[in-house]
């Protein structure tokens, strides 16, 4: 079993900063793709960015320039450095994760973080 921890929300002005952090531990082989989802109210989750294992990253065209996702591989872990921060950022952020576990190498499975409140006033 794998579990993502994530850590970092909360409450800020607009303008302000956040750093977003996931954790990835449990029966890990290796990890594929990591990403950041966020779901707003009445709104579908989305995705914000997402790094492969070799550091190539995506962005949403609504959060290049301000956010900018990273990786330590050794640690299992994914960061989303989040500046200045709009209200309409205000959402849910999700940790996602393609991992291979050890019971099961050849194949990856998707995982999902609890959330994290993501809170931007104007």
């Known amino acids: 079993q794998v579990q993502l921890v994530e850590s970092g929300g909360g409450l800020v002005q607009a303008g302000g900063s956040l750093r977003l952090s996931c954790a990835a531990s449990?029966?890990?082989?290796?990890?594929?793709?990591m990403g950041w989802y966020r779901q707003a109210p009445g709104k579908q989750r989305e995705l914000v960015a997402s790094?492969?294992?070799?550091?190539?990253?995506i962005h949403a065209d609504s959060v290049k320039g301000r956010f900018t996702i990273s990786r330590d591989n050794a640690k299992d872990t994914v960061y989303l450095q989040m500046n200045s921060l709009k209200p309409e950022d205000t959402a849910v952020y999700y940790c996602?994760?393609?991992?291979?576990?050890?019971?099961?190498?050849?194949?990856?499975?998707?995982?999902w973080g609890q959330g994290t409140q993501v809170t931007v006033s104007s």
């Open positions: 790094i492969t294992s070799g550091g190539n990253t």
């Open positions: 449990g029966s890990i082989f290796s990890i594929n793709a």
């Open positions: 996602n994760a393609h991992v291979r576990t050890v019971t099961l190498p050849t194949i990856p499975s998707n995982y």
